[in-house]
């Protein structure tokens, strides 16, 4: 539709219609999806230019390898080699998890400096920007499982999955940290900083990490822990990429419970951070 302007006849010339372009705010699905994609390599580009914001999924992977396995693996399986099938698959939930909390501070850091605001100017779709953003931090949760992966391999792990289990698990998590990751986005766009969203999100993941099966086997654990640790996702996360990594078994009823969990979490948090962001953005 548009709309024309005459000019007046009083000055004796001819009428002449200008045509103006219809504006619409509506942005269909496909411009949605490639915005989302071009913020996603916005995501990416920053991660180029700072390269310090890998530290964490680089260093932290093969520190914690080296330290729980030399620390814990005589005293829990009687030797190191026996303790890796055990400890691999448990540091590689913990630190692909942990890192998504970092979706989270940045997203804070980004609404602080302004950025979105410059967003709201831009003829793109308002979601373009959180979706992007946890797109591209796929990428950092990629590289952490790649990392632990390799320095277990280095110090003497043997997958009995083969390269398919491994594959299989390194893609369940990365599935599973992407919906923890709405988790923490929604923190991101309620709290006042980035430091407060970090300092709430390690007091959440430290303990579910860590009151798992993850480094030590639950029946260890006093009886009133176990309780909490069996039904801890965390512990189902882990149970699911020790048979996927160390036995090829993808009929688990772990591996059922932790996409279902991830599919619960993905729907509950998804739509609130959408409308909580929409709201602010």
């Known amino acids: 539709m548009t709309t024309t302007i005459a000019t007046p006849q009083a ?17 269909g699905f496909r411009q949605a999806v490639a915005n989302s994609l071009t913020m996603a390599y916005r995501g990416i580009l920053k991660i180029k230019h700072n390269p310090e914001q890998l530290f964490d999924v680089t260093l932290q992977p093969i520190i914690f390898t080296l330290m729980f396995t030399y620390i814990f693996g005589g005293a829990i399986s009687g030797n190191v080699h026996a303790y890796l099938p055990v400890i691999i698959p448990g540091i590689l939930v913990q630190t692909v998890i942990t890192t998504s909390i970092v979706t989270g501070t940045q997203l804070r850091e980004d609404m602080d400096k302004g950025v979105f605001d410059r967003f709201k100017s831009l003829p793109i779709a308002r979601i373009a920007a959180l979706a ?17 992966v390799v320095m277990g391999l280095i110090m003497g792990y043997r997958p009995g999955g083969g390269v398919i289990g491994v594959v299989g698990a390194g893609v369940v998590i990365v599935a599973c940290s992407f919906a923890v990751s709405w988790i923490f986005a929604l923190m991101g766009v309620l709290m006042n900083s980035a430091s407060s969203v970090q300092g709430v999100s390690m007091l959440i993941l430290f303990p579910l990490t ?31 990429c020790r048979d996927l990594m160390n036995d090829g078994n993808f009929a688990s009823s772990h591996l059922g419970w932790s996409l279902l969990g991830a599919v619960i979490v993905v729907l509950i948090f998804a739509p ?6 929409m709201r602010k953005a």
């Open 132 to 148: 992007g953003a946890l797109t591209a931090d796929m990428v950092r949760y990629g590289i952490a499982t790649v990392l632990t």
């Open 11 to 27: 000055t004796g010339r001819p009428v002449t219609r200008i045509a103006i372009p219809t504006v619409s705010n509506h942005i």
């Open 272 to 277: 609130l951070t959408v409308r909580m962001y």
């Open 210 to 240: 860590f009151m798992s099966s993850a480094f030590v086997p639950v029946k260890t654990m006093p009886h009133w822990l176990q309780d909490f640790v069996n039904i801890n996702p965390v512990t189902h996360l882990v149970y699911a």
